[in-house]
């Protein structure tokens, strides 16, 4: 008979229980289910409501089945339907009476609330520190090419000269808001959902307070129909896991980009490419091109739970079973991603001189040769509409701003002197960007140092 099977007096039908079951993908939280259930005996014990030799006999046979699980020697039951069912069968199984006496003042309700808020906890951590990881391979790389000048874009056309290093770091920027999204998020959820019951609490003189302290968490769930009934806290880290697959397939865009010909301003290793089956000549960016790909696999995960949690009235329903898969499928794939990610990074061989090469094309100190006869003088507008001349010239002619004679410029604008030939040198338009972020040496120093001592923190 079902634990649950009081008042049933007939088997539930074998395709029923298969369809309900969740033993095949909630097993994951054995370790957070027998952790809250440690917890709550010690303070069902603490209260009264057990006896210390129940409490004894609770912890030591929960104790045995999480070494028996981990060593491979359990094979949990579909009939029994989750994770804390078969724990909870097992335990009786092992230590008789005491273990009947374990689900008092809980339900599943609460209980899989706890033993969810607590992975999710969990796993947020790890993909934290693997996000470290990358911008601390970031930081590597734009040391190294501080002075390495590339073109900046937009709209994907040739804009203004930056460096690799700032371009990085532009990355590096964008992965440290999604660190510290997810510590919001992972403090946003550290109430502690154990005690709300099936959504009333309990006539049982608990101490919602201790096990909330036992297991980590600030505070209890100040509502015990909140408390099992939302997973705000699971749609929050969807987005925020959302928002950095976003991140990382805009990154995973350019790297497919800059290895192609028609860029060449990497070289990704041979250990993050791969080959035709049919052209030799071929080594392609599959790495980079699947998590682009798996990016739309975890805004599905949100989408999903979302449409799942939308039109449930309070408090717990049983769609809210379909709030894990969506979870777990989308944390196994930023978790596959983020260190695939940085070993591309970290191995991929820079190409300065293509890099020059393509900034050396396409007008990008125009600006600063604007800049120039604006700091001589011309109003900005004015001397907008004077470059604009001289980059329409340039075009015709197939010539650059700074391979036209002074003559020619000035034939523009007398304003014009020698001084201009070192105003147009890209790498003097690059050094001259001093402004605050932007990627002059000294500037882009002060960022990666701001990341390093950022990602140094929260090693720490």
Not at 182 to 208: F, S
Request: negative net charge; charged residues 25%.
């Amino acid at each position: 008979m079902k634990l649950w099977g009081g008042r049933f007096s007939k088997e539930t039908d074998s395709l029923a229980n298969d369809f309900q079951s969740s033993i095949a993908f909630d097993q994951r939280l054995y370790r957070e289910d027998i952790q809250g259930s440690v917890a709550h005996a010690e303070m069902l014990a603490a209260q009264g409501v057990i006896s210390q030799e129940d409490k004894a006999a609770i912890q030591a046979g929960l104790a045995g089945i999480l070494a028996d699980i981990e060593a491979g020697k359990v094979e949990f039951s579909p009939a029994n339907e989750d994770i804390h069912m078969n724990i909870e069968a097992l335990l009786t199984q092992r230590i008789g009476g005491a273990g009947k006496r374990l689900h008092t003042a809980r339900s599943r309700n609460d209980q899989v609330a706890l033993d969810f808020r607590m992975y999710v906890r969990k796993e947020i951590g790890t993909v934290i520190g693997q996000l470290l990881e990358l911008e601390a391979v970031l930081c590597r790389r734009a040391r190294e090419h501080r002075e390495t000048v590339m073109p900046g874009y937009t709209h994907l056309q040739r804009a203004q000269p930056v460096s690799f290093a700032q371009h990085l770091m532009a990355y590096a920027a964008q992965f440290r808001r999604d660190v510290t999204r997810l510590e919001d998020c992972q403090k946003r959820l550290n109430e502690c959902p154990l005690g709300a019951g099936a959504l009333a609490g309990t006539t049982y003189p608990i101490d919602r307070f201790q096990t909330a302290a036992a297991l980590g968490f600030d505070r209890p769930c100040g509502n015990s129909m909140d408390g099992v009934s939302d997973r705000d806290y699971a749609l929050e880290l969807l987005s925020d896991l959302s928002i950095l697959m976003m991140h990382l397939s805009r990154f995973a865009e350019e790297i497919i980009l800059w290895c192609s010909w028609e860029f060449k301003f990497i070289e990704l290793d041979e250990a993050y490419s791969t080959g035709s089956s049919i052209m030799p000549q071929k080594k392609n960016p599959d790495m980079a091109e699947l998590i682009r790909g798996k990016t739309g696999r975890v805004f599905g995960d949100l989408m999903g739970l979302l449409t799942v949690m939308k039109g449930l009235p309070l408090a717990y329903n049983k769609d809210m079973q379909e709030d894990k898969e969506p979870v777990f499928d989308a944390l196994d794939t930023v978790t596959m991603c983020l260190p695939v990610f940085a070993g591309m990074a970290d191995t991929m061989t820079v190409l300065p001189e293509n890099m020059r090469k393509a900034a050396g094309r396409g007008f990008i100190n125009a600006t600063d040769c604007a800049d120039y006869l604006t700091k001589k003088g011309m109003p900005f507008r004015d001397a907008y509409t004077a470059v604009g001349r001289l980059v329409a010239g340039c075009a015709a002619q197939g010539k650059t701003l700074e391979e036209l004679t002074l003559e020619e410029l000035q034939a523009v604008s007398s304003l014009f002197g020698e001084d201009v030939y070192e105003a147009l040198k890209l790498e003097n338009c690059m050094a001259l960007r001093r402004s605050f972020g932007g990627p002059a040496i000294e500037e882009t120093t002060r960022q990666i140092q701001e990341i390093e001592a950022f990602v140094a923190e929260r090693r720490a």
